[in-house]
C-alpha cells in the first residue's frame, strides 16, 4: 500500500509522540490525585531574578508507571561502580553535608511544551568526588525507582555542574515531582531528566543505553 506525503509527515508524527522521552500513555499510570501538588502553589516561587517562574502544576505526568512514593526514612542514595568508596546515603546526609546550590533551568520535552523552574539540589560531582571516581571513568548512569534509567557523558556532569535537585521553586520535590530526587541536566532533552533517582553507577562503558535510548532516542539528548 502507497502511502501519500501527508500521510507519511502524520505517521512520523505519531511514532515521534508515541516513542517520545515526555510520552504519556494513561493506561500505564495508576489513578491520580494531584492535590499534593496543587497544594504547593500557595508557597512555591514563581519570580526569580525578576524572571517569571513556571509552576510545579505545569508539568505533564509521562512517567513509565505513575508517581513513585519513596519512604524518606528508608532511602538510601547508592553511588557505585568504577569508583573507590562506594556508598550507601541517606537522604538527610545528601541534604544537609553537601554543599546547595540553586539555578534557574528550562526542562523542554520532544512534545513540545517546556517548563522554567528554580532548581535546588546537591553537584553531581561532590557525590562522585566522595566516592573517588576511577581515571578510567567516562560515563554515569543513573537508575530510578520505577525500572527507568539514562546515562550521561562524565564530563558534561562536572563541567556543567549538573544538580540532582531535591527541591525547585523553593519546594521539596513532591512525589509527583520526582522525590527524593531528580536530576536537572541542563540542554538535554526531558528523557534525560530522570526522576526518583535511586542508584548512581560510574562506567567505562559508553554503550550503555537507557530506557528511551534503547528505543531509538539520541544517546546525548543534545537539543
Given at each position: 500500500?502507497?502511502?501519500?506525503?501527508?500521510?507519511?509527515?502524520?505517521?512520523?508524527?505519531?511514532?515521534?509522540?508515541?516513542?517520545?522521552?515526555?510520552?504519556?500513555?494513561?493506561?500505564?499510570?495508576?489513578?491520580?490525585?494531584?492535590?499534593?501538588?496543587?497544594?504547593?502553589?500557595?508557597?512555591?516561587?514563581?519570580?526569580?531574578?525578576?524572571?517569571?517562574?513556571?509552576?510545579?502544576?505545569?508539568?505533564?505526568?509521562?512517567?513509565?508507571?505513575?508517581?513513585?512514593?519513596?519512604?524518606?526514612?528508608?532511602?538510601?542514595?547508592?553511588?557505585?561502580?568504577?569508583?573507590?568508596?562506594?556508598?550507601?546515603?541517606?537522604?538527610?546526609?545528601?541534604?544537609?553535608?553537601?554543599?546547595?546550590?540553586?539555578?534557574?533551568?528550562?526542562?523542554?520535552?520532544?512534545?513540545?511544551?517546556?517548563?522554567?523552574?528554580?532548581?535546588?539540589?546537591?553537584?553531581?560531582?561532590?557525590?562522585?568526588?566522595?566516592?573517588?571516581?576511577?581515571?578510567?571513568?567516562?560515563?554515569?548512569?543513573?537508575?530510578?525507582?520505577?525500572?527507568?534509567?539514562?546515562?550521561?557523558?562524565?564530563?558534561?556532569?562536572?563541567?556543567?555542574?549538573?544538580?540532582?535537585?531535591?527541591?525547585?521553586?523553593?519546594?521539596?520535590?513532591?512525589?509527583?515531582?520526582?522525590?527524593?530526587?531528580?536530576?536537572?541536566?541542563?540542554?538535554?532533552?526531558?528523557?534525560?531528566?530522570?526522576?526518583?533517582?535511586?542508584?548512581?553507577?560510574?562506567?567505562?562503558?559508553?554503550?550503555?543505553?537507557?530506557?528511551?535510548?534503547?528505543?531509538?532516542?539520541s544517546q546525548s539528548g543534545e537539543r
Amino acid at each position: 500500500m502507497r502511502m501519500n506525503p501527508s500521510g507519511i509527515i502524520a505517521l512520523i508524527l505519531i511514532l515521534t509522540t508515541l516513542l517520545s522521552g515526555c510520552v504519556f500513555n494513561p493506561e500505564l499510570l495508576p489513578e491520580r490525585d494531584d492535590a499534593n501538588v496543587t497544594a504547593l502553589t500557595s508557597v512555591e516561587i514563581r519570580e526569580y531574578q525578576g524572571e517569571r517562574l513556571s509552576s510545579i502544576t505545569d508539568f505533564r505526568e509521562n512517567s513509565l508507571e505513575g508517581p513513585q512514593y519513596i519512604n524518606q526514612s528508608a532511602y538510601l542514595l547508592e553511588i557505585n561502580g568504577l569508583v573507590s568508596h562506594p556508598l550507601l546515603l541517606p537522604y538527610e546526609k545528601v541534604i544537609r553535608e553537601y554543599p546547595p546550590f540553586q539555578k534557574k533551568v528550562t526542562l523542554f520535552c520532544v512534545e513540545g511544551w517546556e517548563v522554567t523552574i528554580l532548581w535546588e539540589g546537591v553537584r553531581v560531582k561532590d557525590l562522585l568526588n566522595e566516592a573517588g571516581v576511577n581515571p578510567a571513568a567516562h560515563t554515569v548512569i543513573f537508575y530510578a525507582a520505577d525500572g527507568y534509567s539514562t546515562s550521561l557523558p562524565l564530563d558534561y556532569i562536572e563541567d556543567r555542574d549538573i544538580l540532582l535537585a531535591y527541591s525547585m521553586n523553593g519546594v521539596t520535590l513532591p512525589a509527583e515531582r520526582g522525590f527524593p530526587f531528580q536530576l536537572v541536566a541542563e540542554d538535554r532533552w526531558g528523557y534525560k531528566w530522570i526522576k526518583w533517582v535511586t542508584r548512581i553507577e560510574v562506567s567505562d562503558d559508553p554503550s550503555y543505553r537507557g530506557y528511551w535510548e534503547k528505543r531509538g532516542f539520541s544517546q546525548s539528548g543534545e537539543r
